[in-house]
């Protein structure tokens, strides 16, 4: 019975997330290339949005359906694409208190294009997931 108990308590204290759908944009931030030695370069990407699913089971990045997302908490997506050879991994966090959203993303195996990522943007509103 204390078990059954202590099943049900953790059960309900278990955090339940509603599915949301945040457009992000306006990436600002640092990259680090193979084609630039690795030097750290300032880097971003306008005139392009993002649409982040937050949906427990069926989170993803809008529009990339070649990588597979999981959520961790309640707004962070760790997405990943990986080949035998290529290996690609995306973290991206939103915080709607301060509008902005956080993007890194790490890159193996693409020659000169491997390196590293990190970026904040502007939540531009919701979308529909």
């Not at 890194?104 to 590293?116: I, N, P, Q, S």
Request: glycine share 10%.
């Amino acid at each position: 019975m204390r078990t059954l108990i202590a099943i049900t308590i953790l059960a309900l204290a278990a955090p339940t997330y509603a599915s949301e759908c945040w457009q992000v944009g306006n990436m600002k931030g640092m990259s680090a290339r193979m084609s630039d030695n690795l030097e750290i370069s300032a880097d971003g990407f306008s005139g392009q949005s993002f649409d982040l699913v937050f949906d427990r089971d069926n989170s993803r990045l809008g529009g990339h359906s070649d990588m597979a997302c999981s959520q961790y908490g309640q707004r962070t997506l760790v997405c990943l694409d990986a080949y035998p050879s290529k290996f690609v991994m995306e973290t991206w966090t939103v915080d709607i208190a301060a509008g902005m959203a956080l993007h890194t993303k790490l890159r193996d195996g693409y020659g000169m294009l491997d390196g590293a990522n990190l970026f904040v943007g502007e939540i531009l509103g919701a979308c529909t997931p």
